[in-house]
Nanobody, 115 residues
Framework: QVQLVESGGGLVQPGGSLRLSCAAS????????MAWYRQAPGKQRDLVAT???????NYADSVKGRFTISRDNAKNTVSLQMNSLKPEDAAVYYC?????????WGQGTQVTVSS
C-alpha cells in the first residue's frame, strides 16, 4: 500500500522560507513523477511544481525563481524549498506521486504566511 506523508509546514512571515518534505513508502519511488500541489480555502487545487523520474523539473509561473523541487530516490523523498514566501502562497500543500494510470496523494501540510 502506497503512503505519502508530508511534513515541514507551519507559520512563516512574508519573505521567509520553509522546506516541505514528502516521504513515500510502499512502491518503487524512483519510477514515479512527483509533484507538489496547493489548495487555498475556497479555491481549486493547483499544481506548484513537478519533478520527473529523470529529474526534469517544472514550476508554476507564480513560484518560478522562489521555489525549488528536488528528490532523493535513495530516501524515497521529495522536497519543496520555498523562499521569499508571500501571503498568497498560504495554502495546504499536497504531495502527489504519479505514474499513469495511477496517482497517489498525501494528506497535506498547512503553510501559513502572515506577519
Amino acid at each position: 500500500q502506497v503512503q505519502l506523508v508530508e511534513s515541514g509546514g507551519g507559520l512563516v512571515q512574508p519573505g521567509g522560507s520553509l522546506r516541505l518534505s514528502c516521504a513515500a513508502s510502499g512502491s518503487i519511488f524512483s519510477i514515479y513523477t512527483m509533484a507538489w500541489y496547493r489548495q487555498a480555502p475556497g479555491k481549486q487545487r493547483d499544481l506548484v511544481a513537478t519533478i520527473s523520474s529523470g529529474g526534469i523539473t517544472n514550476y508554476a509561473d507564480s513560484v518560478k525563481g522562489r521555489f525549488t523541487i528536488s528528490r532523493d530516490n535513495a530516501k524515497n523523498t521529495v522536497s519543496l524549498q520555498m523562499n521569499s514566501l508571500k501571503p498568497e502562497d498560504a495554502a495546504v500543500y499536497y504531495c502527489k506521486m504519479t505514474r499513469p494510470p495511477v496517482a497517489y496523494w498525501g494528506q497535506g501540510t498547512q503553510v501559513t504566511v502572515s506577519s
